[in-house]
């Protein structure tokens, strides 16, 4: 028999899985893709100040929210690294990436997929995990490094990086307002990404209907959801269905063929 496809993303926050690549992962699941998440926080600080529960209610809730959508999504394991939500670019960094190495090797996926290095808009946790997991992924293919679980090397075929589009932020700022972010006194303002540097569409748009309702399992981060679905039933294509992602490296294919599948090259 032969090995199994496998898929595993690296992410930050319990809804990123979702927001980012719902319709990928629901789409790989249904093709028979074994797909996995590992998430770095649990959320806690993604609460009102005015009444936040303290961080353990928080990551109680956000936990299950995400648990929920996994299931929906067809996500086989969730891992969670137990970092704080808004530390992880504090995190001890050797540790960090140790345990990111333990589960890849464990987990043995052809393919990653991580933030890209904006970390999309920004968000220090995003970045952080982006760099975590690159750096975890030339440990993991190490035949000298020792992962806290002493597992054998695994060498990952591909990594892509999670894009926003400059037509999706477009579209997210239309319906939202600015995709501006503040870290140390300054804007971090979105990045979308120019047509010509996308390496990889994956359409999902099929299975939009169950990444939604993957979305409506994070209620507490959507204060308004009938404004949401309204947004959503309008422009499913781009805002859940379609997702672009560029091939940051791959051990099996190359050049500037516009790619359709993050499997090219293994099947
Ligand atoms: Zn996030």
């Not at 028999?1 to 319990?14: E, F, G, Q, V």
């Not at 990086?161 to 300054?186: A, C, H, M, R, W």
């Not at 990889?200 to 949401?228: N, Y």
Request: net charge negative; with cysteine.
């Amino acid at each position: 028999m032969s090995t199994p496809l496998k898929l595993l993303c690296i992410l930050a926050h319990p809804d990123d899985e979702t927001f980012g690549t719902g319709s990928t992962l629901a789409k790989y699941h249904r093709e028979g893709v074994e797909t996995y998440l590992i998430t770095a926080t649990r959320g806690e600080r993604g609460w009102p100040a005015a009444t936040h529960p303290g961080f353990a209610e928080v990551a109680r809730i956000r936990t299950k929210e995400l648990e929920d959508a996994a299931a929906i999504l067809g996500i086989r394991q969730v891992t969670f690294l137990n970092y704080i939500d808004g530390d992880l670019d504090q995190a001890n960094r050797d540790e960090a990436i140790a345990q990111i190495v333990a589960e890849v090797r464990r987990v043995r996926p052809q393919v990653v997929i991580t933030f890209d290095p904006f970390g999309n808009y920004g968000h220090p946790d995003h970045i952080a995990i982006s760099q975590f997991t690159q750096a975890a992924l030339i440990l993991a293919a190490a035949a000298d490094y020792t992962d806290p679980a002493a597992l054998p090397p695994h060498q990952v075929a591909k990594l892509y990086y999670l894009t926003d589009s400059l037509p999706l932020k477009k579209l997210y700022q239309q319906i939202f307002g600015p995709l501006n972010f503040l870290v140390d006194d300054v804007i971090r303002e979105a990045v979308g990404w120019p047509d010509w540097a996308i390496t990889t569409r994956i359409d999902g748009d099929e299975h939009w209907e169950r990444v939604w309702w993957a979305v409506a399992c994070h209620s507490s981060q959507l204060p308004d959801l009938a404004k949401m679905e309204q947004a959503v039933r309008e422009h499913h294509t781009l805002l859940l269905g379609q997702r672009t992602y560029y091939r940051a490296y791959s051990l099996v294919n190359s050049g500037r063929e516009p790619e359709t599948d993050l499997f090219v090259g293994l099947r």
